[in-house]
């Protein structure tokens, strides 16, 4: 898709303005329903694409990206821009900075059409958390997006955005492309720098792209990866372009799979994930049984270890620093914090009152639990314990992938749930989580690509499949992802 809007764009079939324009139209009629976007950056977006259409009419080239309009998550700093996070606490936060992957993505001339919704600092596995309202999905208006990244997700498969940036922690990013039938690709932990990013649980977090296509994702991947001296987890990429690696060819390939991860599915979603690994087989890989024995404490650890992470990293959000102060006596109920009316107010009272109305309840929920599992006596028990486990689940795949090139695995259980049906049940909302966040655990790079569809009542909806690479190989993890992608649509036009 960006390659072919990128032709039109330099051989003057459209201009990036009037593709700017038609999006920003979409917008108009859409996101009413829809609300993948919290704000719009339209003037800086007019601006951009009126730049690279100067460079047209001067006869330069242009990079592939250039012009191209796509989506950032609200997650992400835009300098002079407002920066929610989905959080009523930065509500008023206008960002200082950009993020160095929103830096790249200006200086690669991308055109922002402005800042997705997401679940609040990205926890969440529906966009329900968000203090704004929950996006809906494209596919069916009455059900969820995914989460956290749902805005971004819901963008690209509306068509109201060609390409979105995310984040992913535990899954947000390649949950909501299974959701909404677009393709999510989470790097190698180090493969994106994450400087400007509202860090939420650092060891886990990190930033990739949504797109129509595994090319796509890949043209994002090569504009935003590299080294930063801002961020020091971040490597070094030598300059690739991934798309090059982009061959269609699988042969000889090893896919490791886990059965019982197959054995644990419903009918139709066991049927989808089948005719994905039947799809591989005729192109020529290798299915191999691997066994993971450790996976299954990956959620146990990720909701020890992220909690742990988060209380630590969202104790910034204070009313001193940041967006929301609640310092103001008619602002808030002093009798809840034991002040007295007409007292001065204490530097702890406008702590607490901030906090109190400017975070949601699963953000609450996460710095207690975190709180919790970090206070003395149980430090030892649960965070410590949690990260020795850790090293167990990262030394099964260090041994399975001398065996295997990559892992397939269902990116979720089901197809998208419906608005409110899990929102009331936090355990259930987690367990949303269970094929993806272990590449978050181990650091390893991996994808959703939509698989089909499953009909449920009178909708077919998409469901995604899983693929986990080597720690820096996402070379090896796009193309195995891609020649899948040109395989579909081989057999979509042979019928
Ligand atoms: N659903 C997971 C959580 O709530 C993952 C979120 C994410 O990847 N940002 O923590």
């Known amino acids: 898709m960006i390659r072919n809007l990128h032709n039109k764009i330099i051989n003057k079939e459209i201009t990036s303005e009037k593709l700017t324009l038609d999006y920003f139209d979409a917008i108009g009629k859409k996101d009413k329903d829809i609300f993948a976007y919290l704000s719009l950056t339209k003037e800086l977006a007019l601006e951009q694409a009126k730049k690279v259409d100067e460079k047209i009419a001067r006869g330069e080239e242009i990079g592939i990206l250039e012009g191209i309009p796509g989506a950032i998550k609200d997650v992400l700093c835009m300098e002079g821009v407002r920066t929610t996070a989905g959080s009523k606490i930065l509500d008023n936060y206008i960002a200082p900075?950009?993020?160095?992957?929103?830096k790249k993505l200006k200086e690669a001339g991308a055109v922002i059409l402005g800042k997705t919704n997401c679940d609040e600092f990205a926890m969440g596995s529906s966009t329900e958390n968000s203090a704004y309202g929950p996006t809906k999905n494209p596919h069916d208006l009455s059900r969820v997006p995914g989460g956290s990244s749902g805005g971004s997700a819901a963008a690209v498969a509306a068509d109201e955005a060609v390409w979105a940036l995310a984040t992913d922690t535990g899954g947000s990013i390649r949950q909501p492309a299974s959701l909404c039938g677009v393709v999510g690709l989470k790097p190698t932990y180090g493969r994106v720098s994450r400087y400007g990013l509202?860090?939420?649980?650092?060891?886990?977090?990190?930033?990739?792209?949504?797109?129509?296509?595994?090319?796509?994702?890949?043209?994002i991947l090569s504009e935003i990866s590299g080294r930063d001296d801002m961020d020091a987890t971040s490597a070094h990429s030598s300059g690739k372009?991934?798309?090059?690696?982009?061959?269609?060819?699988?042969?000889?390939?090893?896919?490791?799979?886990?059965?019982?991860?197959?054995d644990s599915l419903s009918e139709d979603m066991k049927k989808a994930m089948e005719s994905v690994v039947e799809s591989y087989k005729k192109m020529g890989a290798e299915i191999k049984e691997i066994q993971l024995p450790h996976s299954k404490y990956s959620l146990a650890v990720y909701y020890i270890i992220q909690p742990c992470e988060v209380s630590s990293n969202l104790a910034r959000f204070d009313g001193i620093k940041y967006g929301l102060r609640m310092d103001d006596e008619k602002d808030t109920d002093m009798a809840d914090l034991g002040g007295l009316d007409g007292t001065p107010r204490t530097l702890?009272?406008?702590?607490?009152?901030?906090?109190?109305?400017?975070?949601?309840?699963?953000?609450?929920?996460?710095?207690?639990?975190?709180?919790?599992?970090?206070?003395?006596?149980?430090?030892?028990?649960?965070?410590?314990?949690?990260?020795?486990?850790?090293?167990?689940?990262?030394?099964?795949?260090?041994?399975?992938?001398?065996?295997?090139?990559?892992?397939?695995?269902?990116?979720?259980?089901?197809?998208?749930?419906?608005?409110?049906?899990?929102?009331?049940?936090?355990?259930?909302?987690?367990?949303?989580?269970?094929?993806?966040?272990?590449?978050?655990?181990?650091?390893?790079?991996?994808?959703?690509?939509?698989?089909?569809?499953?009909?449920?009542?009178?909708?077919?909806?998409?469901?995604?499949?899983?693929?986990?690479?080597?720690?820096?190989?996402?070379?090896?993890?796009?193309?195995?992802?891609?020649?899948?992608?040109?395989?579909?649509?081989?057999?979509?036009?042979?019928?």
Not at 97 to 102: G, K, L, N
């Open 198 to 219: 509202m860090a939420m649980a650092s060891s886990f977090d990190q930033i990739g792209p949504f797109a129509k296509t595994v090319e796509d994702a890949a043209i």
């Open 97 to 102: 900075y950009d993020a160095t992957a929103v």
């Open 241 to 262: 372009r991934y798309e090059d690696y982009l061959t269609g060819e699988v042969k000889g390939m090893k896919i490791g799979i886990v059965k019982e991860y197959f």
């Open 348 to 495: 702890l009272e406008t702590y607490l009152d901030t906090r109190k109305y400017g975070l949601g309840a699963e953000v609450k929920r996460r710095i207690m639990l975190g709180t919790y599992a970090l206070s003395s006596g149980y430090y030892e028990a649960y965070y410590i314990r949690a990260q020795k486990v850790r090293a167990l689940i990262k030394k099964d795949y260090e041994r399975v992938f001398n065996e295997v090139d990559v892992i397939l695995t269902p990116t979720t259980t089901a197809p998208a749930f419906k608005l409110g049906e899990k929102v009331d049940d936090p355990l259930q909302m987690y367990l949303e989580d269970i094929f993806t966040v272990t590449a978050n655990i181990t650091g390893v790079p991996a994808i959703s690509v939509p698989a089909g569809t499953i009909k449920v009542e009178d909708k077919n909806l998409p469901v995604g499949f899983q693929l986990m690479g080597k720690w820096f190989d996402e070379e090896n993890l796009l193309r195995a992802a891609d020649a899948f992608e040109k395989s579909k649509c081989k057999n979509q036009n042979a019928k």
